[in-house]
């Protein structure tokens, strides 16, 4: 098992910045990689970014290309996204989670294996 604590959300106007962590405890050898996923009220969950555990690769939506960076500590077993230049529409539940394996599904939340518990992101207008 892998367990996941995010942390690092609140409440920003449009424009400002918000860093959210994400840390991974247990079994981490088994992380091929960590992705951010983020739910609005009366949404599906969507995926906003991804990153290999081990070469670094990332994939963004198009939503927050130029916008989002995701980075990550592999002694800490920590990943981050810095949010810059927010906008309403990023407010949600925004997920940490962790795909054991590899595949060409990164944006498909039914590809990751664990999760952690959400961390709200509120955007004001």
């Known amino acids: 098992q892998v367990q996941l604590v995010e942390s690092g959300g609140g409440l920003v106007q449009a424009g400002g910045s918000l860093r959210l962590s994400c840390a991974a405890s247990?079994?981490?050898?088994?992380?091929?990689?960590m992705g951010w996923f983020r739910q609005a009220p009366g949404k599906e969950r969507e995926f906003v970014t991804r990153i290999t555990w081990s070469a670094g690769n990332t994939y963004y939506a198009d939503s927050v290309k130029g916008r989002f960076t995701i980075s990550r500590n592999n002694a800490k077993n920590t990943v981050y996204l810095q949010m810059n230049n927010l906008k309403p529409e990023d407010t949600a539940v925004y997920y940490c989670a962790v795909d054991k394996d590899p595949g060409d599904k990164y944006y498909d939340s039914n590809e990751y294996d664990y999760w952690g518990q959400g961390t709200q992101v509120t955007v004001s207008s």
């Open positions: 247990g079994r981490t050898f088994k992380i091929y990689a």
